[in-house]
């Protein structure tokens, strides 16, 4: 009940609120103001995907050696299964490089996605409770993956110095693998607001990555199935528009020589586009659901 000193429209929380120069918290601020204060907290990107990674492994004996063992292991799972019992391995040289930049591409994308679409939803009690960047989150799963790509990429390099040798081509790994990341913040941003608010994607996600993998060339040379299989003109246009499929080729023409003779045409063009479309859309559509992220 309102007291003589205070007016009886004080008591509307909106008036209050005016009165006080107070704002509603979980406001969607502007485009620009949300990007600078994402910039804002950089480092605490970096230190919970530091903190991710060693929770990560902190539980195994070998440690952060898995981060090594990991993707070996799936490359020899792979190498067995579609090199050596389906043949995928003939007229390829350098098989084992092959398959692993492939491999290592594809997961990095895989990873971020998945891992992405969970973000929010495993730290909805920091989400109530602090006032940040929502974006914070799944930037700090791309970081984290990105720091496996970058060990993994340190193995290839070693396995191709010593198959295929070292060559001035291995600059162009760096604008591919930024190129590939600007591309993975966009998607991951996408899945962890769909993620939110549709809990089923984590069930689906696994069955689109698959027929993803199957599809991106990673088993065998893409401009030669292309070139060999009579499939509508669609499917293979299509096909050549895959963004894993650029990223994969870049990767594997800035290391392997051989590659160089067989590559998919545009893939620069195809890698760049998708990286910067991807990466805006991403944020928008991320930064639109702002003030909706945490609410019961």
Not at 30 to 57: C, G, H, I, K
Request: net charge positive; proline share 5%.
């Amino acid at each position: 009940m309102p007291t003589a000193a205070e007016p009886t429209g004080a008591t509307d929380p909106a008036a209050l609120a005016e009165r006080y120069g107070l704002s509603q918290s979980s406001i969607r601020p502007p485009l620009d103001s949300y990007l600078r204060e994402l910039w804002s907290r950089r480092q605490f990107v970096l230190s919970y995907a530091r903190a991710r990674t060693y929770a990560m492994y902190a539980g195994a004996r070998l440690g952060s050696l898995w981060q090594v063992l990991t993707p070996l292991l799936n490359a020899a799972v792979y190498y067995l299964a579609f090199g050596v019992l389906l043949g995928t391995k003939n007229g390829i040289d350098n098989y084992v490089a092959f398959l692993l930049s492939g491999i290592f591409v594809f997961t990095f994308t895989q990873r971020c996605m998945t891992e992405g679409s969970r973000s929010l939803a495993l730290n909805l009690s920091l989400i109530r409770t602090l006032h940040f960047p929502r974006a914070t989150l799944p930037l700090a799963y791309v970081v984290n993956e990105l720091n496996q790509m970058l060990v993994s990429l340190g193995l290839l390099f070693v396995i191709v110095g010593f198959t295929d040798g070292v060559t001035w081509r291995w600059v162009f790994v760096a604008p591919a693998m930024l190129l590939q990341t600007m591309f993975n913040i966009g998607i991951t941003l996408v899945c962890a607001r769909v993620g939110t608010f549709v809990s089923d994607i984590s069930q689906l996600l696994p069955f689109v990555t698959r027929t993803w993998l199957y599809a991106s060339g990673i088993f065998f040379s893409l401009p030669a199935k292309l070139d060999q299989v009579d499939a509508p003109s669609w499917v293979v246009k299509v096909l050549a528009l895959n963004p894993i499929s650029a990223y994969i080729d870049i990767f594997r023409r800035s290391l392997l020589a051989e590659h160089e003779a067989n590559q998919l045409p545009n893939a620069w063009k195809i890698a760049i586009v998708w990286s910067f479309v991807m990466l805006a859309a991403g944020l928008v559509y991320f930064w639109r659901a702002e003030d909706r992220y945490g609410r019961g």
